[in-house]
């Protein structure tokens, strides 16, 4: 059977209205809204016949008919075209991601929850493992008499702040000549590398309080450096889902829920996805779990390398065109955010 273009025409004209509406969508209620000169009765045929071209499908408690994941995917394929994100739009995912430049896991975190407002659906953004990632420098920042903050910085762009309460005094001296040793001997070297070492046997020194600040600093160091390489799964808007009405069902609404009790399979999931901007719609995620849902992910970068990946998740009833056009906007802004975040960075170095 040949997919005709009034049968595109209806269908498309399905997908729109149940997307609106979410509600099944019958004959007579197309023939008021197509401009096209047929009768209810022969929409009535050209739609049983994309049912049984599998693009639709007939709830036994309603005479309309829904789109199915077939016709998403020649939705996204074919048909959704461009969508025009508003000036107002732009300028607030602008200015929100500009706020937090200085700190990549706080961007990543904000990034996802500007997804979850905007399109008000699931979001989510995974930052991966990255056994392989450098050190870039290390600095020691006095705050009180007992209190100093240690900042890690990586060559990914990987930024990570920990207050450390010390057991012994210190100067800004002191302070300084640590974090210039740290970054002298381990720049260029992998944390995998630099964990494997004997670092509080690096630091001793003939002068004793300084090797005291060492012994005292260095094992949280490592422990910071240890904790750089987990994966981190920033979700939000879980709670947009009992907005929608396709989860107005509990039963339906606590299984999409018990997805992200699972974190640490959920982000395997995630960084498994090709790179890009890819849609999954349905039963082509291979999980159980998720054939009622739609993912849509896409892959950030810093200073042009692949970092992770930000997305949403959401029925499949999804306004694919208005969201894909969402999230490529905002992860081109991230990896624009992060693209000048290493170059400054690189320029501070010279």
């Known amino acids: 059977m040949e997919l005709t273009e009034r049968k595109l025409k209806i269908l498309q004209a399905i997908i729109n209205d ?16 197509l401009d096209m000169s047929v009768s209810p009765a022969t929409i009535r045929n050209e739609m049983s016949d994309l049912e049984e071209m599998g693009y639709l499908t007939h709830p036994h408690t309603s005479a309309g008919r829904v789109p199915s994941d077939k016709a998403y995917r020649l939705y996204v394929n074919n048909m959704m075209g461009d969508f025009q994100i508003s000036p107002q739009t732009r300028q607030f995912i602008n200015e929100t991601l500009k706020a937090d430049i200085d700190e990549f896991d706080r961007t990543i975190q904000r990034a996802a929850e500007l997804l979850s407002e ?22 020691l920042l006095p705050v009180d008499e007992r209190t100093v903050i240690l900042m890690i910085v990586a060559e990914s762009g990987k930024i990570s702040n920990t207050a450390l309460k010390l057991r012994v005094p210190y100067t800004n001296e002191a302070l300084d000549i640590l974090a210039r040793n740290i970054t002298c001997n381990y720049r260029g070297r992998t944390i995998t590398e630099v964990l494997t070492g004997n670092i509080i046997d690096d630091f001793r020194t003939d002068i004793e309080a300084l090797s005291q600040l060492a012994g005292n600093i260095m094992p949280n160091f490592m422990r910071t450096l240890s904790d750089m390489l987990n994966v ?3 979700l939000d808007g879980l709670s947009n889902i009992f907005d929608i009405p396709e989860y107005s069902d509990l039963t339906r ?8 009790d699972r974190k640490d399979e959920f982000a395997k999931k995630l960084l498994d996805r090709d790179d890009g901007m890819i849609v999954t719609i349905g039963t082509e995620n291979g999980d159980d779990d998720l054939n009622d849902c739609s ?34 906007y905002l992860t081109e802004n991230l990896n624009n955010t992060f693209r000048l975040e290493g170059g400054e960075g690189e320029e501070d170095g010279e």
Do not use: C
């Open 18 to 33: 149940y997307v609106q509406t979410a509600e099944p969508v019958g004959s007579r209620t197309l023939s008021r809204k």
């Open 118 to 139: 905007i399109t008000n659906l699931a979001s989510f953004a995974v930052s991966p493992k990255k056994d392989e990632d450098k050190l870039k420098f290390v600095n």
């Open 232 to 234: 981190r799964l920033y």
């Open 253 to 260: 609404a606590k299984n999409f829920v018990s997805l992200f």
């Open 295 to 328: 993912l849509i992910t896409a892959t950030y970068h810093v200073n042009g390398e692949m970092v992770g990946k930000i997305g949403v998740i959401g029925p499949t009833r999804m306004k694919y065109g208005e969201v894909t056009s969402i999230v490529k």
